[in-house]
């Protein structure tokens, strides 16, 4: 992935974040500004101001793509698409077409953490929110921009007051056992620390599957941010999870109640032109020495996502 120092970039990749037991830790994200309605912040709620830059196969930059849709905000923040495999200089552009960054024509990601007037230093991670305006990174921390975008501009309540508690509850749940938990499998280094990780993804979706036997959503009859949070996660189970993170005591399809709601996210408006299936096969299938160190990409499965909705 590379990584930048005090704003250079470094394209010796330090391995994956494991210690010791083998087990994965995710680096956290350091970039942590906020956009808020009266700019009291300093980044105020403006059509047209920010920018956000995503990769098609990187779940955390999907659920920005799915605030983004289901706030109504694909006219008032642009984006760019980084290509679907990094290289040295990680994350890259094309000079123009559909993985063109539309903000600075950039090469790179790590040139526009690099253009930043703190100098940087972490991961060069998508996404990553920029202020046009300030010409500053907001953030790249992919809650807290889903959060600020429901938060800062009009459009429907994704965490709600009243159900604030119990989607904190669920988001923390999700994302150590279902979102994370994958890649705590799939990168596991021994035989103990995939173990524990594929029992509490299964456990997880074992649970969820229950709750959704007896109601629509997770949070009971609304649509919230915790379920656009599930989705991503979902959405590359049976075609990348399931084989390349060896995350397959089942597969989605197996489960009545998770299959049917999660076609019914992706059939939601402007959802499915968030998804790209191909995409995340060929970056779940890189060449990876561990994983898959010959880079075949498998032909299949091919899932009509269609049925049953």
């Known amino acids: 992935m590379g990584l930048m120092i005090e704003g250079t970039y470094h394209a010796?990749?330090?391995?994956?974040?494991?210690v010791l037991d083998g087990a994965f830790r995710r680096a956290k994200s350091t970039i942590r500004h906020r956009i808020t309605?009266?700019?009291?912040?300093?980044?105020?709620?403006?059509?047209?101001?920010?920018?956000?830059?995503?990769?098609?196969?990187?779940p955390w930059a999907h659920r920005t793509l799915l605030a983004r849709v289901e706030k109504g905000l694909e006219e008032a923040i642009d984006v760019s698409f980084a290509r679907p495999r990094r290289t040295a200089d990680g994350w890259v552009f094309d000079p123009e077409g559909p993985f063109c960054d539309r903000l600075k024509g950039a090469?790179?990601?790590?040139?526009?953490?690099a253009a930043d007037a703190d100098p940087y230093t972490g991961r060069v991670t998508v996404p990553l929110l920029w202020d046009r305006v300030r010409d500053r990174a907001v953030s790249n921390e992919s809650a807290d921009i889903v959060r600020m975008l429901n938060d800062a501009f009009d459009?429907?309540?994704?965490?709600?007051?009243?159900?604030?508690?119990?989607?904190?509850?669920?988001?923390?749940r999700i994302y150590r056992d279902v979102n994370n938990g994958v890649y705590r499998a799939g990168f596991a280094?021994?035989?103990?620390?995939?173990?524990?990780?594929?029992?509490?993804?299964?456990?997880?979706?074992?649970?969820?599957?229950?709750?959704?036997?007896?109601?629509?959503?997770?949070?009971g009859t609304r649509f919230t941010e915790a379920d656009l949070r599930l989705f991503p996660t979902l959405a590359r189970f049976d075609v990348a999870y399931h084989y390349a993170f060896k995350?397959?005591?089942?597969?989605?399809?197996?489960?009545?109640?998770?299959?049917?709601?999660?076609?019914?996210?992706?059939?939601?408006?402007?959802?499915?032109?968030?998804?790209?299936?191909?995409?995340?096969?060929?970056?779940?299938?890189?060449?990876?020495e561990l994983r898959n160190p010959l880079g075949i990409v498998p032909a299949g499965p091919r899932i009509d996502w269609s049925l049953g909705v």
Do not use: M
């Open 155 to 172: 459009g429907p309540d994704l965490a709600p007051p009243d159900l604030l508690g119990e989607i904190e509850a669920w988001n923390a």
């Open 12 to 18: 010796e990749d330090p391995g994956p974040d494991t």
């Open 189 to 219: 280094r021994t035989q103990e620390a995939y173990d524990v990780a594929v029992r509490e993804v299964f456990a997880a979706l074992d649970e969820i599957e229950a709750v959704l036997e007896r109601q629509p959503w997770l949070c």
């Open 247 to 288: 995350c397959n005591i089942r597969r989605l399809t197996d489960y009545p109640n998770l299959w049917d709601y999660a076609r019914r996210i992706h059939h939601r408006p402007g959802v499915a032109a968030t998804v790209d299936f191909d995409i995340y096969k060929q970056g779940y299938f890189s060449p990876s």
């Open 107 to 113: 090469a790179a990601l790590h040139e526009v953490y």
């Open 37 to 58: 309605r009266d700019g009291s912040s300093g980044f105020p709620a403006e059509a047209g101001r920010y920018h956000l830059h995503v990769a098609w196969n990187c």
